[in-house]
């Protein structure tokens, strides 16, 4: 499914839709190139679950968790090259749990993530705030 966004509010609704939607043990895989809205979709998920803490992209950390009424773990492999890389870090149960697994720059261990998976890529439209967002994996 393609949605279209005109600003940072309405992805952030999109957001919270598709967090609503989403059921335990949930993974995401999110792509867009830097600055398309990555980290603002997932805070629209995090309302959706309730979660109170400000939501911040990982780029540094490569991942947080968040507790609401289900755990968030929110990554970004940006900085990451491949799933061995992955794998030393100690976190690719977080994959298999109960909570909602959103990883940013999936693309680098795509090849390794379980194949019932939400795809998500945001393309920015020119220099603009719209955003086209293509959903693939769950209905909303």
């Known amino acids: 499914m393609k949605f279209f966004t005109n600003n940072s509010n ?3 609704k999109l957001g919270k839709k598709l967090g609503l939607a989403l059921k335990p043990g949930a ?7 830097l600055a398309a809205g990555k980290t603002v979709l997932a805070k629209g998920i995090a309302l959706a679950l ?15 968790e968040y507790s609401g009424i289900l755990p968030m773990y929110h990554m970004d492999l ?9 794998e030393m870090l100690g976190v690719d149960h977080l994959l298999y749990g109960k909570g909602i697994t959103i ?9 390794e993530l379980p194949e019932n998976i939400i ?8 220099n ?8 693939e994996g769950i209905e909303l």
């Open 10 to 12: 309405e992805t952030l």
């Open 27 to 33: 993974i995401i895989a999110l792509n867009g190139d």
């Open 50 to 64: 309730e979660i109170k803490e400000d939501v911040t992209s990982p780029t540094y950390n490569i991942v947080c």
């Open 78 to 86: 940006y900085r990451i090259s491949d799933y061995d890389e992955f």
């Open 103 to 111: 990883i940013e720059w999936s693309e680098r261990i795509l090849d």
């Open 119 to 126: 795809n998500i890529n945001i393309t920015r439209v020119d």
């Open 128 to 135: 603009t705030d719209k955003r086209i967002i293509d959903i």
